[in-house]
């Protein structure tokens, strides 16, 4: 699947484990993916990033990924659906951090196997985003895999990353939107992500 990335996807991929080395994070994730993203320059991605004003809200991007390592990545969605059967996860982290001190559930799962081999390994959760971006692709019918597929590829899963960008206004819609302009894939929807 490599073979098919773009030389600024793959720079991209490449960004993602130069944030991950740069924090001291055990594995890549779907956050070191976007934040390598919004530092590549040119290109169909990065015009999109700027006119969804990710850019200049970087700062305001770190803060909600903090806050949700903070509450050990779960997503809004998750919190909302404990609060709803009476779990204040605001509580029990402030109770976790208060006994274990700030950020503790922040911690990476996992040992420093990493270290051994010289390369650190792509959670899960980055591993989908990388085959899900191929199938951004082909549904676009797209021979290539580029720094477009893998930011709607960010945007269509569940999760963290998802969540944040859509609470910065860049949504799987409003992405391709800004890619692809307002009438692009009228009526098409997702593309399967598995």
């Known amino acids: ?40 320059e040119g290109g169909r991605a990065s015009f999109a990033v700027t006119a969804l004003g ?14 949700a390592r903070r509450r050990g990545g779960l997503t809004k969605a998750d919190t909302d659906a404990l609060a709803g059967i009476g779990i204040d996860i605001g509580a029990i982290v402030s109770r976790v951090e208060g006994a ?12 420093r196997r990493w ?13 989908t985003v990388l085959e899900n971006s191929l199938r951004v692709a082909l549904g676009r ?7 477009e597929h893998l930011l709607l590829a960010l945007t269509a899963k569940p999760g963290v990353v998802a969540d944040v960008l859509a609470e910065h206004g860049a949504t799987y819609a409003t992405v391709r939107r800004a890619l692809y302009g307002p009438d692009a894939d009228e009526g098409q929807g997702h593309a399967e992500t598995g």
């Open 100 to 111: 274990h001190g700030e950020g503790a559930l922040a911690t990476a799962r996992g040992g």
């Open 54 to 67: 990710l850019h200049d809200r970087r700062a305001s991007l770190d803060a909600a990924f903090a806050e």
């Open 115 to 127: 270290w051994w081999s010289g390369h650190r390994p792509f959670t899960s959760e980055a591993k």
């Open 141 to 147: 019918g797209d021979r290539f895999i580029g720094q």
């Open 1 to 40: 699947m490599f073979e098919r990335f773009t030389r600024g996807a793959r720079a991209t991929v490449k960004g993602a484990v130069t944030q991950a080395e740069r924090v001291g994070a055990d594995s890549v994730t779907e956050e070191h993916l976007l934040l390598a993203l919004l530092e590549q």
